[in-house]
């Protein structure tokens, strides 16, 4: 990497000034190294944007036997406050994504989670279920430009030896965001309503708005792109053209559908016999999501060190285990195998997310919407069509048809071991 230039800057105002360096002409600016300020900033303002990202996609999730009771839903009908959601944020990111390749990064992002509070405050006052869904479906539509555009920025912004751990940092950001959301729902709604719940959660969003856009540096390696659909065309036979991205995305979809059907429906099970836990103590078991905060972080790290090939089939393989635990009729089994399986998910999101930004060359805005749009694809419709598999055998129907979608994830693991690594 080149040396930062030695001109002398013009006054600007703190913290501004070391983020306006300039460069000689052609010369590219360092990128962000672990232990540095601007690494630090990064890393908070992308852990807080994740943060209040999952906490407001993910916090109506322990709800669902509520809304269940509520307005006499069955559970897969009752998952749609999920779906909703994550389906239109499916369909938004790649437009998110191509925005973000013209007009910028940041913006584009602070946008997403400004918008996406407001409209969590306004489901607080939806009148039936239907107003509800609508308003989730916006939420996922505007959400889609922060996930979208996160790790484009990072894999632009950082180095590549440092890319794995912000990317684990970003994705610890959104296990705790999950985590907390949900936490915070559940104790909300067994002490008042889950309305008061949404008003939190959509007042948490604003203020995460505000930290977000004082901490994160404006992009010094973005460089505009024209919109056209025949350059969107185009990116997108690249990224297909590429066998490890194409699994890679087939891995995203996989990944997330099994993780949020197991957590969909795990309310379900756990307020009945033989457990028969109230709200707030189903609520209190997605603490367990801090495993997975430290699970992305150290799945990280290890990437960066053994390799992404060596590591994803491994954590898939986790998963599995954690789920046949939860078959379990005793809850401190079933809990052990719900941690197993939360800090898989975490560890694989982790290294897979990475992977696509060291595989894709040009367009990783695209080819992470890409990435992310199969991942919230999977979570949309595997999340929901599981919950059909409820009414054919409950818990046991559900875990049937994860452990064969995290069979085939871990046959296509496996297939990315033997794939010729890019030079770069």
Known sequence: MSSPASSV???VPDPLCALLKASPAGVEPERLEAGTASFQRTARGMFVGGFATFAMLYGFQPLLPQFSHEFGLSPAQASGAMSAATGTLALMLIPAGIAADRFGRKGIMNAALGLAACLTLATALAADFSQLLILRALLGLVLAGLPAVAMAYLS???APDSLGRSMGLYIAGNALGGMSGRLLASALTDWSSWRLAAAVLGGLGLLATVVFWRS???SRHFRPASISLAALASGCRNHFSDVGLRWLFVVGFLLMGSFVSLYNYLGYRLV????DLRPGQVGAVFSLYLIGMWGSAWAGKLADRLGRRNVLW???SVMALGLGLTLAERLAVVLVG??????GFFAAHSVSSSWIG???TTGRALASALYLSAYYLGSSSLGSFSGLMWGVGGWHGIAALLALALAA???IALRLRSLAPLTR
Do not use: K
């Open 9 to 11: 800057l013009p006054i």
């Open 156 to 158: 632009e912004e950082v």
């Open 216 to 218: 994160l540096p404006p």
């Open 272 to 275: 009945l016999p033989p457990f």
């Open 314 to 316: 491994v954590m898939v």
């Open 338 to 343: 719900i941690g197993l399986f939360t800090f």
């Open 358 to 360: 060291r595989r894709a």
């Open 409 to 411: 994830c871990i046959a």
